[in-house]
């Protein structure tokens, strides 16, 4: 069923052979053979790193954590959902679509939305738009140092599928093969009302317990590693960026 | 009793049979020589001990067997028999020196010429008759020169030629002198001149004092007519350098000495006293622009001579004058030859005897203690002083300091090491260039052993064969014989015995060192020391002397266990610091003036000697020096002037202004007051670390136990319509602003740690000030606490340098992983530093603020809360650089302080956290302390202290303080169910990751945009002042220093004029 | 008036020599000046010791002593010249040997030909 | 004896749970003021203890080291030293807390305590915006704490103690005995350094948002953030009734609940006014609000200590 | 020139130094009390018929053995000076004239009766005017005439040392015989007086003036030699 969604999907993307870099043929999806990422005691490798710098840099992977049972996890999630606060990177061409919130015409402030310009501070992560190859070392950096619950709100065609640049040499034609997606918003642009619409949504899930993106991304680590390994050729971070 | 006329017979008989005996055996005949030579000296000896026993006052000698009045007489008395044992010691000293010396010895005509040189000036000390006089000072002149012309020095033909000529007119008008007298007065024997006559009266009574003094004087060198002699002593060999300022000056002084009780004292003591003032200061600057040492020693020769003239002038004492000069003979001849090896040898870092005899002639020479000269000079300006002669006082301590000038810089100079560029360099941040490599791995190795360097950069020495030559004994033993002969002296000048004995400390530690006993050991005997010391001086402590007992002991107690870090051998070190300890504490017990200047001074020159053995500590070691000998002179000048009443003892001080201004003048340079400071950060920051600690916390709390124990004395002085204790209010408040802001720049840690300590100075000067019970235990509070912990902050610090080895704060960072007991005592240390509650610092700003507002003065008391802001800033800077942020590569196999650095670091700890929880531990002793100057204004309840103003409950602070603290540990802990714990490069960095720990450490220029804004406010105006000044005394210098020419007939012109100068003085051209 | 005018000699004897001392470069004539000098005061210094009409103060067996006393000149400062005399000529000697020392040394007979000592 | 210290504690509670809960109130009642004047609807005035709750509930956090950890208890426990040590209404035990351990330099000095700890733990983080942040605040903070202490020293020279609540006992009687009238300079002068004390524009750099993100607390999250906000709440409240204490009168009424009300109003007005100014003007750079604040403030600091001392 | 000017000035200033005495000093009529003393007394004291030799060698025979030792003094200082420039310059070879005719023969007239005279004067110092000085100075012409004529090539070093150095010792020791044997130092009268006004009488005083002309006439030999060598 899921293969079949996965080929469904990729079935008509009409890359040229051979050259898609960055989006692979979907059967090598998550195909974690080629790299290694512990070592015995279950600490990361961070292969990527000179002996020097693995010093300074943490080698703990992360783990799931089991959220709190009952009306106290209810009362955290709804404090999570009307206390959102965005990381305040613009990735993309979409990012120019969160300004207006802030105006008084949409006002997020009053959905309790706030931008925040740390990622450690911050709880969602908006990708405005495509998502290049560059930058999406840049988003995995900065997705791993937000502090858990997270939540990522794709912005635009092109962090669905790649939208007008699905047959580009380096963006990436699907967000969440490489980090986890709470909601998507189609558009190109959406107009912020659509952002909203989609925040809202966000709330919604989270309040029922389901924005929980971090633990996805820590259960299926070694899955979203491949696939961001596999594009992102140099790969100078630690493992995970805490 | 040995008849006088021995002397002569004994050495000419030896001058004139020496070739016949040398021809015969050369070795036997040299034994000889030290035979007739040490009978020189026994003789006097002789003469000396029968005088002051048998109370004779003469030993008299007439020559031919006929009465005294037809014959040349010889005669010696106490003074001449002194002066003969000194001149002949030193002759006996050149003699070994030179008959003995390695490459050329002195053999055949040269040892006849010594000998003559000798008999010369014996026979101008003991003859009485003026023109026998004559004869000698031809003799002795005609045999230098002759021995001049086996100088090494080609060029000291021309110079000698210009003193020919010189010499030649000066025994020209001493002739004529000669005649005018004998027409006068008929005879030329000075024991049988008719009574009756004026022998000043009429032009032929002015004209002969003029030619003979003209002749004499002129042979003295006097400035602005001593080219000749000046340029003789550039190109003479040492020998004879020490031959003439050592003999022959001395000699020729004690011919003045004859003559002057001839002359009219109204004409003759003005006329002394101008010219001894003019050469006593033209001439040491004229030596301040030397090069070459020889002739800086040559014009310091000359003005030592100028300061025997103005004693001779003053009408003082003649015993001083004497005292000095003959401390100048030995000293300057010692001086001359350890100068000669010194100079052979290169930088003399490892020579530490003559580095050892080199101070103590210089300081000899400067008449400091333990030399005779102190005593002298003290007591002749307590005679001035008593005269209210501030004139007098102020050239003689003027010419002291310009003297202290030029011969500390060469001692300095002599004493750096290799690496010191004599520059301040620290003030300026080096190149980014100079930061270690971010990846070599061998830079690990540098820094640990820069770091050993550091520390470890003593006077790295041994008696090593080649290094040491026998001859440097005969310097020693002249040394040890002053050493002895001053202690003597300044003892019959008003120094006990039991005040005396903890200085023999200082000897102990020296033996020590001879048997280069482990400085480990030495700091175990120092520590034992010390607690001994404690015990000895326990009785005589009362009042402030107790706390100051206290701070002094423990203070340096605890640091010395800092030294058990020291690696390998350390000479002098424990001697030194011991020494310092000693003379902190002899200052509490001093019970007069004299003893408490004594102290002083000894104070000032170990702590002096311990900043010059850092590696780079020639230009702080050189500020240190001048200014405390200024600010010793300021004092010893307010000293001069308190009719010999001991400070301590303020209500029955005199009540005049001036001595107080001078007193409080100099306390302000020792504690270097605003304008006044630039010594403070170089010295304390060169010093080696535990040094600089034990400066920083003791050393620079001795200003203000000298404001204590003058206390009152001080107040209620009005100057120009001011209160001085409000002026001295401001410049403390002013010093800790500017000290609190030039530490806000500095990247060197250890000058923000000096500069800070000399802000935290002029916050207990403030407190002195304000002259009130809540001002005084305010001050002595932060005297008590501030030594607890600056000592902290200094030993952690010290620490860090050990390890990483470098001082510049920037390039370090994140040590706290690697050295987290010295990061805790840093952290208290600042805590405390900084007056932020509950530790005890803030105590300290509670009493300040309450009694500065108590008493009314409430722009100081804004000022220094400004003060203490900026100090918060820089403390923060100096623990954020080092041990937080991001950690170098280079220093991540850092290992903690080792622990002698760090155990007294916690014993301060325990002691501030003691005090913090409780403040009357601390605060009702200081109350009992103070009670007799000032009723209490604060009262107690429990623990709650309560001013006029306000109040303050330490223990109730420090449990709230708690109590705020721990309630929100525990709720984070609770809270903080996930934590993980991360690298240093885990952070965010706008997406991307840090590459380098340097450019990723935030700590170069920290306060930059403080600098942009007030900036103007440390613009180095002050160091620029006094560069300024420094150029100005050296174009000075250098202007005087022209005036002679090197042109013979130039010298020839000189004197004439300074012939007719004499005439103009003594009114004789009418 | 012997006095007297041995005195003006004395004074001219000297003023001669300083100045010869003084504007002389020549080192020989210095030396020379400096004898001048020396001369002078030993005239002046015999000036002092003439007694008007006075004789050598030597005896023989007729003079008796006290008849000396009212026709001798001053036999003091005869011995003093005669001591000073010998004196300068010591000095002198060494003078000049000095002056031979340093015109090989520098070659040439001027007295500020070449300084290097000065300051 | 343990009856007292259980009733002290129980008043303590009581006394922080008023600031907190009102300071909270009174920062999001502010937000929402602000966006009304801007013409949004603003969030909601409980939406800090949203945010404060959220942070607490964070599920993971990182450390970079004790000091880092212990910051923001160190900057907790300043805010809360600075409110416990000074009365809140004056007159009533309740509300007295712990004062008695101290007189206004204690205050004073118990300020630079969550400073010290803050900047410490920033320090440590290793970020490099952390401690550029921090000297930025601590520079501000040297000078506008020299006008500052001279509205102080002159209110001390006025009175002639030091202690807060004789200060607050001095200006009863009417609004004319308040500090403000009686010593308009001092008044003056304290609240323009009230305006760098309360790190608003244009004395805002130390955060500079776009610039070095937040300053300080860049790396500080979770439960740390909490921390620090919870203080930020607690230590606005106390600087905003130690300046009430000290020039507006204080407050005080023989029923306790108009005590507080007349608390709330004069904080109210105060943060307001930092609000307005913080509102129309633009952000200083470090230099030129140093500049600024040892000129102008600062002359009229000593102007009124002048004026008091003869 | 303006040099020379300040040299006037000089002058000026000297000059008027000197000069007011002329007219305030006339001759003297009478001499000293001391001089008085020694010209009653000279004769009782030492039997010396020259007073001046009297004072010279007893009176103030201090001075006089000063003035020896300068003159010693000179002679080695002189030495030395050449000492070193014979270490420099030894290569160099003056060509020496040889002496002409005249002077050999004429030398070899006078040098005896040079060298008697030079005796004659120090042995009857006491009784004419002359003594050691004058005398050892004769000598010494008497050797430079020799070297001019070529009598003598080479000083004998020793020897002269030894006459030097015995001639100064004695002089020391007969000064401490002084004090030994009459009433102090340098006191003439341990030997007998004599008769006044012979050769041997005064007690001392000829040994003395003898001794100290055989010393100059040695120093001043030296140092003729010491500038002849170089």
């Known amino acids: 069923m899921e293969k079949d969604m996965e080929r469904r999907l990729y079935a008509d993307t009409g890359a040229p052979e051979g050259s898609p870099v960055v989006n692979p043929d979907p059967r090598t999806l998550g195909d974690s053979s080629n790299i290694q990422l512990f070592n015995e005691q279950l600490k990361l490798l961070n292969s990527g790193l000179t002996e020097e710098d693995r010093l300074n840099f943490c080698d703990t992977p992360p783990e799931v954590i089991k959220p709190f049972r009952g009306h106290w996890e209810n009362f955290l999630n709804w404090a999570r959902s009307e206390s959102l606060w965005i990381l305040g990177f613009g990735t993309g061409c979409g990012a120019i679509e969160l300004r207006p919130l802030m105006t008084s015409r949409f006002d997020m402030y009053q959905y309790g939305i706030q931008p925040r310009p740390t990622p450690r501070q911050s709880s969602i992560f908006v990708i405005g738009g495509y998502a290049s190859v560059k930058t999406m070392k840049r988003i995995v950096r900065s997705y791993e140092q937000m502090q858990g619950p997270k939540f990522v709100l794709g912005l635009g065609s092109c962090t669905i599928n790649g939208g007008m640049y699905y047959d580009s040499y380096n963006t990436v034609n699907r967000l969440d093969h490489y980090i986890p997606v709470d909601v998507y918003i189609a558009g190109c642009m959406p107009r912020p009302e659509a952002l909203l619409a989609g925040l809202m949504e966000l709330k919604t899930i989270i309040k029922e317990g389901r924005g929980e993106g971090a633990n996805k991304y820590a259960e299926n680590f070694e899955w979203y590693k491949a696939n961001q390994k596999r594009i992102i050729k140099d790969w100078n971070m630690p493992d995970y960026n805490w | 009793m040995v008849n006088p006329v021995f002397l002569i017979a004994i050495t000419l008989g030896f001058a004139f049979i020496f070739p016949l005996f040398e021809k015969i055996n050369p070795k036997l005949s040299r034994l000889a020589g030290i035979l007739v030579f040490l009978t020189l000296v026994v003789i006097p000896l002789i003469w000396f001990i029968n005088i002051s026993n048998m109370d004779i006052p003469y030993i008299y000698s007439s020559t031919v067997g006929l009465p005294s009045n037809l014959t040349i007489n010889l005669a010696v008395s106490y003074m001449e028999a002194l002066v003969l044992l000194v001149v002949n010691g030193v002759g006996l000293f050149v003699y070994l020196q030179e008959a003995y010396s390695k490459e050329s010895p002195w053999k055949g005509k040269q040892i006849i010429l010594l000998s003559i040189v000798m008999l010369g000036a014996n026979g101008l000390i003991i003859t009485r008759d003026i023109f026998n006089i004559f004869v000698f000072m031809e003799i002795s002149t005609i045999s230098l020169f002759g021995l001049l012309s086996c100088s090494s020095d080609d060029r000291v033909f021309e110079g000698g030629f210009k003193y020919m000529l010189a010499s030649g007119l000066s025994s020209v008008f001493y002739l004529i002198g000669i005649g005018f007298f004998y027409l006068v007065a008929g005879t030329l024997n000075l024991d049988a001149l008719p009574d009756g006559i004026n022998f000043t009266g009429g032009v032929l009574g002015v004209l002969w004092p003029l030619f003979l003094l003209s002749g004499v004087l002129i042979e003295l060198k006097p400035a602005f007519a001593n080219g000749w002699g000046m340029d003789t002593y550039e190109a003479a060999d040492y020998s004879l350098g020490a031959i003439m300022s050592g003999i022959q000056a001395t000699a020729l002084i004690i011919v003045l000495t004859k003559i002057i009780p001839l002359i009219e004292s109204n004409i003759i003591m003005p006329l002394l006293l101008v010219v001894g003032s003019i050469t006593f200061i033209i001439s040491h600057l004229q030596a301040l622009g030397q090069s070459s040492f020889k002739k800086m020693l040559g014009y310091s020769s000359s003005a030592q001579i100028g300061l025997v003239l103005i004693v001779l002038g003053s009408g003082t004492n003649i015993l001083l004058a004497i005292v000095l000069l003959l401390t100048h003979s030995v000293a300057k001849s010692g001086l001359f030859y350890t100068g000669k090896y010194f100079n052979e040898c290169g930088s003399g870092r490892d020579k530490p005897l003559l580095v050892v005899l080199s101070s103590l002639f210089v300081i000899a020479l400067l008449g400091l203690p333990p030399f005779p000269g102190f005593g002298a000079k003290w007591t002749l300006l307590q005679i001035l002083g008593g005269k209210s002669d501030v004139f007098t006082i102020f050239i003689i301590l003027l010419g002291s300091l310009l003297e202290g000038v030029y011969l500390f810089r060469w001692l300095g100079l002599k004493i750096k090491s290799d690496r010191d560029s004599g520059l301040v360099v620290s003030e300026v941040v080096p190149d980014d260039d100079a930061i270690p490599g971010y990846s070599s791995s061998d830079t690990i190795g540098v820094a640990s052993q820069t770091g050993l360097a550091g520390l470890g950069g003593c006077i790295k020495v041994h008696f090593s064969s080649d290094s040491f030559s026998y001859h440097q004994l005969f310097p020693a033993l002249m040394a040890v014989i002053m050493v002895v002969s001053g202690v003597v002296f300044n003892k019959g000048v008003g120094l006990t015995f039991r005040f005396l004995i903890p200085f023999s400390g200082i000897l102990f530690f020296v033996v020590l060192d001879l048997f280069r006993v482990p400085t480990k050991f030495q700091v175990f005997l120092a520590i034992v020391a010390s607690i001994i010391l404690g015990f000895y001086v326990y009785p005589e402590l009362n009042g402030f002397n107790t706390l100051f007992g206290f701070i002094f002991l423990f203070g340096i107690g605890v640091q010395f266990i800092a030294f058990f870090n020291r690696k390998g051998y350390s000479p002098g070190l424990m001697a030194l610091t011991v020494g310092l300890l000693v003379s902190l504490i002899s200052i509490l017990t001093s019970k007069t003036n004299f003893q408490l200047f004594f102290s002083w001074e000894m104070m000032t020159l170990t702590s002096y000697f311990l900043v010059l053995r850092g590696d780079n500590a020639f230009a702080g070691g050189y500020r240190y020096i001048l200014f405390s000998l200024a600010s010793a002179f300021f004092i010893l000048a307010g000293f001069s002037m308190l009719h010999g009443i001991f400070i301590g003892e303020y209500m029955s001080l005199p009540q005049n202004l001036l001595p107080v201004i001078l007193i409080i003048i100099g306390i302000i340079i020792k504690f270097a007051g605003i304008g006044v400071h630039i010594w403070l950060p170089v010295s304390y920051a060169e010093a080696e670390n535990d040094v600089s600690s034990i400066f920083s916390t003791v050393l620079s709390k001795v200003g203000v136990y000298m404001l204590f124990l003058g206390g009152l004395y001080f107040s209620k002085r009005v100057f120009k319509g001011v209160d001085t204790m409000y002026l001295l209010g401001w410049i403390g408040v002013l010093t800790s602003v500017a000290g609190s802001m030039m530490a806000l720049f500095q990247e060197d840690i250890k000058y923000t740690l000096a500069y800070s300590s000399m802000g935290q100075v002029g916050y207990m000067i403030l407190g002195f000030s304000i002259m009130s019970h809540l001002g005084w235990i305010s001050s002595l509070y932060l005297v008590t606490t501030h030594m607890m912990f600056i000592g902290m902050l200094f030993l952690s610090v010290s620490g860090v340098i050990y390890r990483t080895g470098t001082r510049l704060m920037y390039q370090t960072g994140g040590l706290i992983k690697r050295m987290p007991l010295s990061f805790i005592s840093a952290l208290f240390a600042i805590i405390a530093l900084s007056g932020v509650p509950p530790l005890s610092g803030f105590g300290a700003k509670w009493l300040m603020y309450s009694a500065l507002l108590e008493k009314g003065w409430y722009l100081q008391a804004a000022m220094a809360m400004f003060a203490s802001g900026v100090a918060f800033l820089y403390l923060f800077r100096l623990i954020h650089s080092i041990f937080l942020g991001q950690e170098k590569a280079i220093y991540l196999n850092v290992k903690e302080a080792p622990a002698p650095l760090l155990i007294p670091q916690y014993i301060f700890m325990i002691c501030v956290m003691a005090i913090s929880m409780f403040p009357n531990l601390l605060i009702k002793p200081l109350q009992t302390v103070i009670e007799p100057y000032f009723a209490s204004t604060v009262r107690w309840e429990g623990y709650e202290v309560i001013s006029a103003l306000g109040y303050w409950n330490g223990n109730a602070v420090m449990y709230v303080t708690m109590g705020v603290f721990i309630i929100p540990l525990i709720w984070l802990l609770i809270v903080n169910r996930h934590v993980y714990k991360v690298k240093q490069f885990n952070i965010v960095y706008a997406a991307e990751r840090p590459f380098k720990p340097e450019t990723t450490h935030y700590a170069y220029n920290f306060f930059g945009h403080y600098q942009k804004a007030l900036g103007f406010l440390v613009e180095p105006l002050i160091s620029k002042f006094w560069n300024g000044t420094g150029i100005l005394v050296n174009n000075l210098s250098g202007g005087l220093r022209r005036w002679n020419s090197g042109n013979p007939q130039g010298y020839v012109f000189q004197i004439l004029l300074y012939v007719i100068f004499l005439s103009f003085l003594m009114g004789g051209t009418n | ?119 | 004896m343990l009856s007292a210290i259980l009733t002290k504690t129980f008043y303590t509670f009581i006394s922080l749970m008023v600031i907190l809960n009102y300071a909270l109130l009174l920062i999001g009642s502010m937000a929402r003021i602000r966006a009304k004047v801007q013409g949004r609807v603003g969030q909601p005035v409980w939406q800090p203890y949203i945010d404060i709750i959220k942070n607490y509930g964070k599920r993971t956090a990182v450390t970079h080291g004790v000091m880092f950890y212990l910051g923001p208890v160190f900057r907790l426990a300043g805010g809360l030293g600075t409110y416990l040590f000074m009365p809140v209404v004056y007159g009533f035990v309740m509300f007295e807390n712990f004062s008695f351990s101290g007189d206004l330099l204690l205050v004073m000095y118990f300020i630079f305590f969550g400073q010290l700890g803050m900047a410490l733990g920033a320090g440590e983080s290793g970020h490099p915006y952390s401690p550029l942040g921090v000297s930025r605040g601590l520079a501000q903070m040297t000078a506008f704490e020299l006008p500052f202490a001279l509205a102080v020293i002159s209110i001390v020279a006025q009175y002639g103690t030091l202690s807060i609540t004789e200060i607050v006992a001095a200006q009863q009687g009417g609004w004319q005995n308040w500090v403000a009238f009686t010593n308009p300079f001092a008044m003056i002068a304290g609240m323009l350094a009230f305006l760098g004390m309360s790190m608003q524009n244009p004395f805002s750099v130390v955060i500079a948002p776009q610039e070095i993100p937040i300053g300080p607390p860049t790396e500080m999250h979770s439960a740390f953030l909490g921390m620090l906000q919870t203080n930020r709440a607690i230590f606005n409240g106390a600087k905003m009734v130690l300046f009430m204490n000290l020039f507006w009168g204080g407050a005080t009424h023989k029923y306790l609940l108009v005590a507080i009300l007349i608390m709330v109003v004069k904080t109210f007005l105060i943060y307001l006014y930092v609000n307005i100014v913080g509102a129309s003007f633009p952000r200083f750079k470090t230099e030129q609000s140093i500049r600024f604040f040892l000129g102008v403030p600062t002359i009229i600091g000593i102007i009124a200590v002048i004026l008091q001392s003869i | 020139m303006i040099k020379r000017f300040f040299t006037i000035i000089l002058m000026v200033f000297f000059a008027s130094l000197f000069f007011p005495l002329v007219g305030l000093i006339s001759d003297r009529d009478s001499v000293s009390s001391l001089a008085k003393d020694y010209l009653v007394q000279g004769r009782d004291d030492f039997g010396a018929a020259n007073i001046v030799t009297a004072v010279v060698v007893s009176y103030r025979g201090l001075d006089t053995l000063g003035e020896v030792t300068v003159l010693f003094a000179a002679a080695a200082g002189i030495s030395l000076v050449f000492k070193g420039l014979r270490n420099e310059g030894k290569d160099k070879k003056y060509r020496v004239n040889p002496p002409s005719e005249i002077l050999r023969t004429g030398a070899r007239v006078l040098l005896p009766l040079i060298f008697i005279f030079g005796v004659y004067i120090f042995i009857n110092g006491h009784l004419t005017p002359g003594g050691g000085f004058q005398g050892g100075v004769v000598i010494a012409s008497g050797i430079l005439l020799a070297f001019f004529a070529g009598n003598i090539k080479e000083l004998n070093h020793g020897f002269v040392t030894f006459i030097e150095s015995a001639a100064g010792f004695s002089y020391v020791a007969v000064g401490l015989l002084g004090i030994w044997l009459a009433g102090g130092f340098l006191d003439p009268r341990f030997l007998p007086m004599g008769e006044f006004g012979s050769l041997f009488s005064a007690g001392a005083i000829p040994v003395i003036y003898s001794l100290i002309g055989l010393k100059v006439g040695s120093e001043m030999s030296g140092i003729i030699d010491a500038i002849r060598s170089y």
Do not use: C, Q
């Open chain 3, 1 to 119: 008036m012997m006095t007297n005018l041995l005195f003006i000699l004395a004074g001219a004897l000297v003023l001669v020599g300083l100045w010869g001392i003084l504007t002389r470069r020549n080192i020989f004539k210095i030396i020379i000046g400096f004898s001048l000098v020396d001369t002078g005061v030993h005239v002046f210094l015999v000036a002092i010791g003439y007694v008007k009409n006075g004789t050598a103060p030597i005896f023989d067996k007729e003079y008796s002593s006290l008849h000396s006393l009212l026709n001798t000149v001053d036999p003091i400062p005869s011995a003093l010249v005669l001591t000073a005399i010998v004196i300068g000529l010591a000095v002198t000697a060494l003078m000049l040997s000095f002056a031979v020392r340093l015109i090989l040394k520098n070659r040439t007979l001027l007295v500020d030909g070449k300084k290097e000592l000065k300051w």
